[in-house]
């Protein structure tokens, strides 16, 4: 595989679905970067410095849409970007849109999370990319929140369309009374709000039927599907029974 635009990194994707259990269907697909045979993650993100950063952001954008159209995606379609790499989004979001119109992919099935793997130099900053993805047509969703970098500060400032719940609320909320009570406050704003919650990391059975039975619907996670290299994997249905 070639290095990609001239980035000095070697890399591609695997793809984890998000699933909506109403229609026990697949919702989206996210990207997960890997090294050129499949590597984990670190093994590419452990490389970045500034001086790639930027480059290994478009380049990313490009590869995972030109994957999915390859592979014949037709859901929706999570792509992680990096905001300290977006030095202005009117410029940078050039390349996505160029590679939406050359693979034929819509832009509207593109949403946008903010990585959980660099810390937020500069909240304005990121709020004005959001505010240009959203204005351009693409979806935006915070990452991992409840913990790391995202947080209710970012939210007072700006809602996106989506939150994804991170897995350390996730985790054994079935019996964790601390977990269920944080858990159904973001539940209970994220209606009042109008932003759709997704619950990621969900590895058990008895994880998602507490979810299920409090309103949460869109789901991530080793329970439904790890992520697999440069393929879309299924879900079977029995799994939401």
């Known amino acids: ?17 998000i699933v909506d259990s109403r229609s026990r269907s697949i919702f989206s ?16 993100l452990g490389r970045l410095v500034d001086s790639n950063r930027y480059r290994f952001d478009q380049a990313c954008r490009v590869k995972i849409i030109q994957l999915a159209a390859s592979l014949k995606l037709d859901t929706f379609l999570n792509i992680n970007f990096y905001p300290n790499a977006v030095y202005k989004p ?15 992919f819509p832009i509207e099935r593109i949403m946008f999370e ?3 793997e660099e810390k937020i130099r500069d909240q304005a900053h990121l709020l004005d990319i959001f505010e240009t993805y959203q204005r351009l047509g693409f979806l935006t ?8 970098y995202a947080g209710l500060n970012l939210l007072s400032a700006f ?4 939150i994804k719940l991170d897995m350390v609320l996730v985790r054994n909320i079935h019996e964790r009374k601390s977990n ?37 619907y ?21 799994l939401f029974e």
């Open 1 to 17: 595989m070639p290095q990609w635009r001239g980035t000095g990194l070697d890399f591609s994707f695997a793809f984890q679905p």
């Open 29 to 44: 697909y996210e990207a997960l970067v890997r090294g050129p045979a499949g590597e984990p993650a670190i093994t590419v």
């Open 90 to 104: 009117e410029l940078c979001i050039r390349t996505t849109l160029q590679a939406a119109r050359t693979y034929s």
């Open 114 to 116: 903010v990585t959980e």
């Open 141 to 148: 969703a915070i990452d991992d929140f409840g913990a790391g």
């Open 159 to 162: 809602q996106p369309n989506f």
């Open 180 to 216: 269920q009570v944080i858990v159904s406050a973001v539940i209970n704003m994220c209606r009042d709000l109008d932003i759709k919650l997704i619950a990621e990391g969900v590895e058990t059975r008895d994880e998602f039927l507490w979810l299920s039975s409090s309103g949460v």
């Open 218 to 238: 869109l789901f991530q996670g080793f329970y439904f599907s790890h992520p697999e290299f440069e393929t879309l994997p299924l879900v079977s249905p029995a």
